[in-house]
DNA sequence: CCTTTTATTTTCATATATGTAACAATTCCG
DNA sequence: CGGAATTGTTACATATATGAAAATAAAAGG
């Protein structure tokens, strides 16, 4: 899409949060936003707001700040999340079936349109009776076939983390582009399909280290 | 506790991962790594790696690696994370509920030793038929009571996003130390109580920035 | 309608933090 | 005891954050 020169990765990191800070105010009715009144939602400093956005274009008004809307805009357009982006759910236990009903997602235009796991009967007990069922569950062998089928891009893996790696792969096989992982084990990609984890523990980890220093 | 120089952010960020890489080999039956090996598992550079560990002491042979044992013993000591922490959910909807039961947490030393909701009584039905009863479920308002007379440390808090801030002071008037957020909205914290947010759509925004770009 | 003031961005300069590479020092092993 | 391996450490390079000066749009006042 867009090409920019060079940005920082740790302003790519900033941008989801500044955009969480503008649907914030947005909901708030407010129109216009300083960088001193970003900076400090989002606690940082606010000549980094104005930095990382200058890299992208001119988007403030000098003397009133910057339309809310406007850079609202603007950042899902740098980030590319100004179009659908279709994701399957991989190991619907209970964190993948909680992911399936996340209504943040949809909000974001990620839209969960495929899950799978290796036992989707004892699922379907599980998730059905209380949330509807917002996906049917398929036998992951299944995977590549409705990957391709339905146009996935994204995997997000909440396997056991003896099989991260296998699940992994399959997903690399079915020409997945990207896959965020939620197992706390270490997964490896080929090719140019890139990964991302979330684990929770590491969050922890970091408070409390903090916490304790 | 212990006392270390000047210890750089990222550095910290990374000994959680390298602490899942511990773990990992620990159960491969791997008795040392090298730098190498860890850098290649963890997805960074050996000269990191070995300048990571180098700020807390000297835990390496020089010709053989590090002890896996050991460095994992290390790691754990220095996180603070080598005695439990006690902690509380509150917001128990689906993502509450699949944190109640997240394993991951238990083999850690982190124990969840309590959750409230707004609506207890709702609640029950949603986890308890499948996993058994983790912890009571409890009503929001025994919160600081609940949270003095248990010694909890840590809340993780998955409310709605217009409740977060609401609960998060809740938090803070309890005497909680450190908040973890599942919540996409703006938390703000007062004295020196440590936030940290994690955001489930920002793992995914970074993902399509670099997938389209 | 022009001028001044004010708030705030943009841009440039500087400081700090972090990452990478190179190498001497150490340990193991045969 | 010599060679192969791998660390700990220093020096350098790059990336990121912060601060301060210059520019400019809007609002206020005459």
């Known amino acids: 899409m867009a090409k920019f020169p060079k940005i920082p990765e740790a302003t790519i990191r900033r941008l989801s949060s500044y955009l969480k800070c503008m649907v914030d105010l947005e909901s708030k009715n407010e129109k216009v936003a300083s960088s001193a009144v970003i900076a400090n939602i989002c606690n940082v400093n606010a000549a980094q707001v104005r930095k990382d956005f200058a890299y992208f274009g001119e988007f403030g008004i000098r003397g009133m700040g910057y339309n809310v809307k406007d850079l609202k805009r603007h950042i899902k357009e740098i980030l590319g999340i100004n179009r659908e982006w279709r994701i399957a759910v991989i190991g619907v236990g209970n964190m993948g079936s909680a992911l399936l009903v996340y209504k943040d997602f949809l909000k974001q235009n990620y839209k969960i349109v495929a899950a799978f796991d290796l036992y989707p009967e004892a699922v379907i007990g599980r998730i059905s009776e209380r949330v509807g069922k ?12 409705v990957v391709q089928a339905r146009n ?6 909440t396997p056991p983390p003896t099989e991260a790696q296998k699940v992994a792969d399959q997903l690399i096989e079915a020409n997945i582009k990207g896959i965020l992982n ?5 997964v490896r990609t080929t090719g140019n399909v890139k990964l991302r984890n979330l684990f929770f523990t590491s969050a922890l980890d970091n408070l409390v280290y903090y916490l304790s220093n």
């Open 134 to 145: 917002p996906v049917e569950i398929l036998h992951i062998d299944r995977l590549k076939e």
């Open 152 to 157: 996935i891009e994204i995997g997000i893996i």
């Open 182 to 186: 939620f197992s706390p084990a270490p």
